[in-house]
């Protein structure tokens, strides 16, 4: 297969290059900014690609709520555009989304036919983005992810984890719940399921949940450093975009089609823990 991966350079776009075994086609904004139809049709219709992997994405969660015409643009647009340019192809398309489109309240997984209902501006771009790709590209695959990191980016764990190393005291959100996902984890399912037909809305996250009290205790923990942390509230520590309280994901339909490998949450942090030891603390590709 070929395939075009946009947003390349993200979390997710550098360890799909990492893993990928197929021919690529690595473009980031520079190379195409997927804002822009014509510049999505012309780069799609020159590499000819089977099958499109779109991490890109306005994923500044707190910016979106001032800065939204620009989220639109890149979350719901920018997927609009590739959907439509795809189906022109004949091309597959993954597109990636987020648990912040549904609005934690409950306390069971989501599952895949829960009925979405974003709290912040982040979530009704994302939420809009999907549904744009299921109108536009029918040979599609949404797929939800949450509280992703990689080894290229910045992320919750890296931020923690130089906080820590830093000697600062921490205080970290007790009451919000989810699932941490390792980029390596979820690209092993997005190359999967790009070389199927099992078109669909998926969830793929690490198996477990957690909150992100529990989340930086655990990886803290294996990390060999000193550190000080104590659990607060979501009320203690105010942002500007509202958080789902309990947003966790259930794995349905990788369960019922390819199948669902995505490890637990601590086995998958502790791999990336002994590759962040082994490294010294430097992550590079
Ligand atoms: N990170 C999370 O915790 C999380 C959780 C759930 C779901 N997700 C979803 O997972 C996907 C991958 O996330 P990630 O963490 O890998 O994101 P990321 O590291 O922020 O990477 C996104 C990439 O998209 C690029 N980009 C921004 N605007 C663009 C445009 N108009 N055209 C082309 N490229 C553009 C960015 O470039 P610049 O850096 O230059 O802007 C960046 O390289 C996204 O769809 C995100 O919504 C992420």
Redesign the pocket.
């Given at each position: 297969m070929k395939l075009l991966i946009?947003?390349?350079?993200?979390?997710?776009?550098t360890e799909l290059q990492r893993q990928a075994r197929d021919e690529i086609v690595a473009?980031?904004?520079e190379e195409?900014?997927?804002?822009e139809l014509d510049s999505v049709r012309s780069i799609i219709k020159k590499t000819a690609p089977d099958g499109i992997i779109?991490?890109?994405?306005?994923?500044n969660v707190d910016k979106c709520e001032t800065d939204r015409d620009a989220a639109f643009?890149?979350?719901a647009l920018?997927a609009r555009n590739l959907a439509i340019a795809a189906s022109e192809c004949c091309a597959k398309l993954i597109h990636?989304?987020?648990?912040?489109v549904f609005d934690g309240s409950g306390s069971e997984p989501r599952r895949e036919w829960d009925l979405p209902n974003p709290q912040s501006v982040y979530g009704y771009t994302?939420l809009t983005g999907e549904q744009y790709v299921r109108q536009f590209c029918p040979r599609s695959f949404i797929v939800?992810?949450?509280?992703?990191?990689?080894y290229v980016?910045?992320?919750?764990v890296k931020t923690i984890l130089n906080a820590a190393k830093s000697g600062k005291p921490l205080k970290v959100v007790d009451d919000q719940r989810g699932n941490p996902?390792s980029?390596v984890d979820l690209t092993k399912h997005l190359l999967k399921l790009i070389s199927t037909e099992e078109f669909g809305i998926y969830h793929c996250t690490n198996n477990g949940e957690c909150s992100w009290y529990e989340f930086a205790d655990r990886f803290l923990g294996l990390s060999g450093l000193k550190y000080t942390i104590e659990p607060c509230t979501t009320e203690e520590f105010p942002r500007p975009a509202k958080r789902p309280a309990y947003s966790s994901l259930d794995n349905m339909m990788l369960r019922l089609t390819i199948g669902d490998e995505m490890r637990s949450w601590q086995d998958a942090v502790a791999e990336y823990i002994e590759h962040y030891n082994r490294e010294s603390g430097e992550f590079e590709l």
């Open positions: 946009t947003g390349s350079r993200g979390q997710l776009g473009a980031d904004v195409v900014d997927i804002t779109n991490c890109a994405a306005y994923t643009a890149v979350n920018g990636i989304s987020t648990d912040y994302k939800r992810t949450a509280w992703l990191y990689g980016g910045t992320n919750f996902t980029a």
